[in-house]
């Protein structure tokens, strides 16, 4: 493990969505001398709500704008004198990259070509700093693995990348782009690779925010299939403290793995969050009543699942956040927005 990293000046790319929203909370009341730029371009799944009343928000900059820009990205590290870049922006939905692949193609490899090539512009050429001087995360996914039959042990760091669809392929691209600037250029960089997020302020399209959703409506609750797609759950919070660790203390070149350490069927999942609902906001009957099985989705992956023990190990990480905690945390957040 090499010695801790002290990030100063923090560019934070999709910072309005779910996660790096999050993220940014934490980091701003985590470290009271880091300032933090926020550049979002406020699509479908980013929203200025989620970024008010953050913690000592004097530190903290929003900037609406395109990773893809690269004269704006260009202009914000000097100006700002970022020395470290966290980079959450993507397109994200898979129902959506089926149905229009090209924003994904443009956002998660081009947008991802755009910001390596102003880190290393301005950190590499321009200011001659090394990896005690800046650093750059790539916030990946478990989805760039491809899918896990019942009985196949989880995803680790050496899994062979098999995207299924142009969402994980898009973001295997930019996941390779980045190895490529660390091993040519020798740019800082490290990664990090994680499993299904849940928690507060989710975009609505997400799997449990819809079932939430149908809950509170008492309309029908989309299942696709027979259900029986298993996905491994971690708490928002929870990744986010992982990638902190990894931007401080991970090795440069690595990727490391955050996991709920549980894969239950997305069948499952409906039926913990109705009986929740049962529990909070009871209708006549079960809202497991308005369970509805609708046609799958093209190349829909059958299982992931995450072997995090290179984080636990190297990093002293672990989720802290059980799943019946967080859902509990979840469904109350949405009844009460």
């Known amino acids: 493990m ?34 933090i ?9 980013g929203s200025l709500d989620r970024l008010r009343h953050l913690p000592n928000d004097h530190r903290h900059t929003f900037v609406q704008g395109d990773i893809c820009n690269q004269e704006l990205v260009n202009y914000l590290l000097r100006t700002h004198q970022v020395d470290t870049i966290v980079h959450f922006a993507a397109e994200t939905h898979v129902d959506r990259s089926i149905s229009g692949p090209a ?14 090539e102003a880190a290393r512009d301005f950190w590499l050429k321009e200011k001659r700093w090394d990896g005690e ?39 295997a ?3 390779h782009l980045v190895w490529s600037y660390h091993h040519t250029f020798q740019l ?5 690779h994680c499993s299904n997020n849940f928690g507060p302020s989710q975009q609505r399209e997400a799997f449990i925010p819809t079932v939430i959703r149908a809950c509170k409506a008492c309309k029908p609750i989309p299942i696709y299939g027979d259900g029986g797609n298993r996905r491994d759950w971690l708490y928002v919070e929870d990744h986010c403290r992982g990638i902190d660790r990894v931007v401080r203390q991970g090795r440069l070149g690595e990727k490391y793995h955050f996991g709920g350490g549980w894969d239950p069927s997305n069948l499952e999942i409906a ?3 109705c ?10 009957g079960s809202h497991a009543a308005l369970l509805t099985f609708v046609p799958d989705r093209p190349g829909h992956d059958w299982r992931y699942a995450i072997n995090d023990t290179k984080s636990r190990t190297e990093l002293a990480w672990q989720p802290s956040v059980s799943f019946a905690v967080g859902l509990e945390k979840t469904v109350t957040w949405y009844l009460e927005n």
């Open 2 to 35: 090499m010695s801790t990293f002290l990030p100063r000046s923090a560019l934070v790319t999709g910072g309005a969505g779910f996660i790096g929203s999050h993220f940014v909370r934490q980091w701003l009341a985590d470290y009271p001398e880091l300032s």
């Open 37 to 45: 730029l926020t550049l979002d371009r406020l699509t479908y799944s």
């Open 103 to 116: 924003t994904f193609i443009q956002t998660n490899i081009v947008g991802t070509f755009s910001l390596l």
């Open 133 to 171: 001087r800046c650093r750059y995360h790539q916030v990946s996914t478990d989805e760039v693995y491809g899918s896990l039959g019942d009985d196949d042990p989880p995803f680790s760091e050496t899994t062979p990348y098999h995207p299924n669809s142009p969402y994980s392929a898009s973001k």
């Open 173 to 175: 691209s930019g996941d």
């Open 188 to 192: 800082p960089v490290t990664f990090s």
């Open 271 to 273: 039926h913990l969050i």
């Open 275 to 284: 009986t929740t609902m049962d529990r909070l906001r009871p209708i006549s």
